[in-house]
């Protein structure tokens, strides 16, 4: 008795501490996002991307013209991880060497057995970044299939090796087109367009912190293995099913088609990985929205796919994206109309707030959750206009906050 009672003290020290672990990692998970967030302006949905990814063990790919920082980013976060890295930048020419390593002339001479020399490439690698992969060679892309899959596997001379990638970030300056391409396509379950920043207040934030590009939080190997085990562990309740169920039917209904097995699995491990990074052990309605970077293959269908998963899980969210999405366009008409935001009138400008009161009215009866970041967006274009009239105090809405 004695033994059985010293064995479960013991128990529950282990679960104290790996619960304190997971509660730190947590925490820097989050701290090293918000560090991004200030460094990289306007890709908060990347970072948070990153991310999920790595937590749920997933490939992600960004989508952007050149120069919009896809690979910075993926270079900052990799570094701030504390894993092992690799990168390399594809193109017609590429070999499945430069990925995998050259043969290891050594062990060869002494055994006249090939393998590679895999230090330092992909089977080395917990992280890696794979920039302008959609300019790879067919036969280098092929080579990668087994590596980027769930089996994470790779063939080495006569053998199947297993190898320990946690995440394979893709880069490429347009979307991975054509049939033969398909299998490489599907291994990267999420999909995030990068598009360059055109306002001019964020281009003036980006050009005062092109210096400032240090990330001094970080995440240790074993922050990174307290996210992946608690993501494990994660519960999603039969509601969320529901949802998720609702979520197939729509697409099949709107698309001809559903999303496969694998990409709709890929999603589930996605959502508890939203769970984690907000310290919760049970997923909630609000991690769905991850499914709006998932659920969709073809470009085309982005657009499709995120108003079905907004509007069959989070049906408020849709109400106030539809009234904002109306009142925008009469925005645009007032400014367009005065050839710029400086020369919109006062009387305009009180009318938009009057209109926006309204709406505001209709907002304060739905789910103030899933409105939020709608009215943070209703605030923020409102304020751009107020700010340039000098009127922001007097004229903002309150119910904006």
């Not at 063939?155 to 049939?179: C, F, Q, S, Y």
Request: glycine residues 6%.
């Amino acid at each position: 008795q004695m033994g059985l009672h010293k064995e479960r003290e013991m128990e529950e020290e282990n679960t104290i501490e790996t619960g304190q672990m997971l509660v730190k990692a947590v925490a820097k998970a989050n701290m090293l996002r918000m560090e991004l967030e200030t460094i990289f302006v306007n890709r908060e949905e990347h970072i948070r991307g990153l991310l999920i990814a790595l937590v749920s063990r997933q490939n992600v790919l960004m989508v952007g013209p050149p120069g919009c920082g896809k690979t910075l980013l993926a270079d900052k976060f990799a570094g701030a991880t504390r894993l092992n890295y690799f990168s390399t930048e594809l193109s017609n020419f590429s070999t499945p060497e430069q990925i995998f390593g050259g043969l290891n002339m050594k062990w060869y001479m002494e055994t006249g057995k090939q393998c590679r020399d895999t230090e330092g490439y992909l089977p080395w690698a917990d992280i890696a970044l794979l920039d302008e992969i959609a300019r790879a060679s067919e036969s280098c892309l092929d080579s990668m299939l087994k590596a980027l899959d769930n089996s994470r596997q790779f063939r080495d001379g006569g053998k199947t090796v297993k190898i320990p990638l946690m995440t394979a970030i893709g880069a490429a300056n347009h979307w991975i087109e054509g049939d033969h391409l398909d299998a490489l396509d599907d291994r990267f379950v999420l999909r995030f367009g990068v598009e360059e920043v055109l306002d001019t207040d964020l281009r003036r934030q980006i050009r005062k912190r092109r210096k400032k590009m240090s990330v001094g939080c970080s995440l240790s190997p074993e922050d990174v293995s307290a996210l992946q085990e608690a993501c494990i562990a994660v519960e999603i309740p039969d509601s969320m099913h529901d949802m998720v169920d609702l979520v197939e039917v729509s697409l099949m209904e709107k698309l001809g088609r559903m999303p496969s097995s694998r990409r709709m699995n890929a999603a589930m491990d996605a959502i508890c990985a939203s769970a984690v990074l907000e310290g919760r052990a049970t997923a909630e309605t609000e991690d769905l929205l991850v499914m709006e970077h998932i659920l969709w293959r073809k470009p085309e269908d982005e657009a499709t796919v995120r108003k079905t998963v907004v509007e069959c899980v989070f049906a408020d969210k849709a109400k106030a994206e539809q009234l904002y999405g109306e009142w925008l366009v009469d925005f645009d008409e007032i400014v367009k109309a005065n050839s710029g935001i400086s020369n919109v009138p006062t009387s305009a400008v009180e009318g938009l707030a009057q209109s926006i009161n309204k709406i505001g009215e209709v907002v304060a009866e739905l789910d103030k959750k899933q409105t939020k970041s709608v009215v943070k967006k209703m605030r923020d274009q409102f304020q751009k206009l107020c700010v340039e009239k000098r009127r922001r105090e007097s004229v903002i809405p309150t119910w904006m906050g």
